[in-house]
Nanobody, 126 residues
Framework: QVHLVESGGGLVQAGGSLRLSCGAS????????MGWFRQAPGKEREFVAG????????YYADSVKGRFTISRDNAKNTVYLQMNSLKPEDTAVYYC???????????????????WGQGTQVTVSS
């Protein structure tokens, strides 16, 4: 079992940057594929980015491609989401998610992940 804790959210002006972190504990982090999702008020949870256990493969939603970067440090049991050129429509609660690697990778599907953090609020003002 994996316990996830996000941090790094906050209030930023449009065009600014934030870096989210998600620390993991409870199992061998390098065995897990990780994802970031977000949920805005009144909207469904949506995929943002995913990364495979080794960090060699990443995948992004079209809405964030070129602006956000997912990375991981397996030595620190942490996954990051660097968010640049933020827009008001990026405002949401951001969640990290984890699933033990099984050989199949569908990072954009929330049902693929068993473990979720509590979320961190990101607010982008115009």
């Amino acid at each position: 079992q994996v316990h996830l804790v996000e941090s790094g959210g906050g209030l930023v002006q449009a065009g600014g940057s934030l870096r989210l972190s998600c620390g993991a504990s409870g199992d061998t982090f390098s065995r897990y594929t990780m994802g970031w999702f977000r949920q805005a008020p009144g909207k469904e949870r949506e995929f943002v980015a995913g990364i495979r256990p080794s960090g060699g493969n990443t995948y992004y939603a079209d809405s964030v491609k070129g602006r956000f970067t997912i990375s991981r440090d397996n030595a620190k049991n942490t996954v990051y989401l660097q968010m640049n050129s933020l827009k008001p429509e990026d405002t949401a609660v951001y969640y990290c998610a984890a699933e033990r690697w099984s050989g199949r990778w569908q990072p954009e599907e929330p049902y693929e992940y068993h473990y979720w953090g509590q979320g961190t609020q990101v607010t982008v003002s115009s």
